[in-house]
């Protein structure tokens, strides 16, 4: 408020020594004109200098002016005696000092020249410049004294309009703080302002995504716990059977059974290194990704593991030559193809048939990782596939995540009887590319499945 009264004085004040400035330079231009054309009669008596001539004005505006006149050389009037200390002024306007009565003066000189037949009149005009500055301060103080008066009740009407504009908004910022995105009550969405409502609606749907993400946090937590309580359990009770145990045989399997549930537990811990890694990545630019490429080295790391466990591995697509590709994070896409041919190679027995599909059409492009888990029957025997275990790990989290951090759909359904477990993550409205170059092509006999 002070900082505004100051900015304002000073602005009035330079408002008021410009029009000062401006009316005395017209009054001295005025009068000079006036001058031109009054009728004098040579030689008329030279005016002394007196103080009755520079008397104060009697009026807030007034101000003296003195004349000079020239007729070609003579001097027909000199109104307060200036000529001794002015001389003969050049045209114009003109600033200069006069002592007056032993004071030093500044004054403003406007001379004015013009022809009139075959003589010339000459005319000069003189105003004191600390009457004009005098002028110039009663100008700004009358520009300024209603805004200082007018100035605080605007503040105080300004204030008050407000603080009562803003109390919604106080009120709202209040509600949302005692919001917790564990309960279920959200804020009301028939708000006073409508600009607070769509504000509203984003904090609520802001709201219940972190509830979902919370609650996903927990089952993750859960799940993690699940998959260690077992092996932690069983190193328990196994490593004391084999400190207690005086069979040989007995202390061998429980020795075993320690060995295996801590490489268990390790693959569990290592699962939770990967995911933490892979939400790093997930903060990173995107690009391009084939997924037949990914498709073919993820299942040529796993060939010789599923071959020692006895299962068969193939890669199928359905656009062989062509570049299937989604934008996304490469490492992060091969972690999540990665951790479901783990899961499909080691929660399921020998002779299943495990296939990584490829493909692309009018609804989108994907990549599944189906087993059936059994080997197909021989003629007269039962195709029933056996049901999928249950607690995969956190293999599928992990690949649920990476999904969703992709845009990309996660489905389970079976879309083949043949393969009754499937795991995809599908992409919608995502067309093939242009065909690859020869050096990434594969090396099958341009067939769709390529066994590995």
Known sequence: MMMTCLMLAAMAYRIGLYEADEISDGRLTATAKLWMHAPLSPP????RLSRDNLAPEQHSYEQHIAV?????????????????QLGTPAVGYLTTSVEV????????LFTLQVAQGTSQRRVTTVMDLDARFELGRDIAINLARPAFIVLPLVALLLAWTLRR????????SQRIDALDPLSPHRLATDQAFTDFSSTVRAINALMDR?????????????????ELRTPLTSLALQSHVARTSTDPVQ???ALHTVQSQALHAGKVLAQLLAFARAQRQAGLEVEPVCLNHLGRQTVAHHAQAAHERGQDLALE?????????????????????????DNAIQHNPPGTHIQVNVWTDAQGCGI???????????????????PPPSGLGLGLTLAKRIAAWHGAQWQTHPTDLDWPIRFALFWPNQAPSEPMSPSHTTSAKNTDRSPV
Do not use: Y
Request: proline share 7%.
């Open 44 to 47: 008329a008596p030279v005016a």
């Open 68 to 84: 000079l006149v020239w007729q070609d050389d003579t001097l027909l009037l000199d109104s307060h005696g200036l000529l001794t």
């Open 101 to 108: 009565h032993g004071e030093l003066h500044h004054w403003r």
């Open 165 to 172: 504009g803003l109390k919604p908004l106080r009120q709202l």
């Open 210 to 226: 972190l509830a979902q993400q919370m609650q996903q946090e927990r089952d993750f937590t859960s799940d993690i716990a699940h």
């Open 251 to 253: 202390r061998a399997q």
């Open 317 to 341: 697509t359905t656009a062989p030559h062509s570049t299937v590709a989604v934008a996304g994070r490469p490492i992060l896409l091969a972690l999540a193809l990665r951790n479901l041919l």
């Open 368 to 386: 599944s990782v189906s087993n059936t888990r059994v080997r197909p029957s021989h003629a007269g025997e039962p195709t029933n596939p056996e």
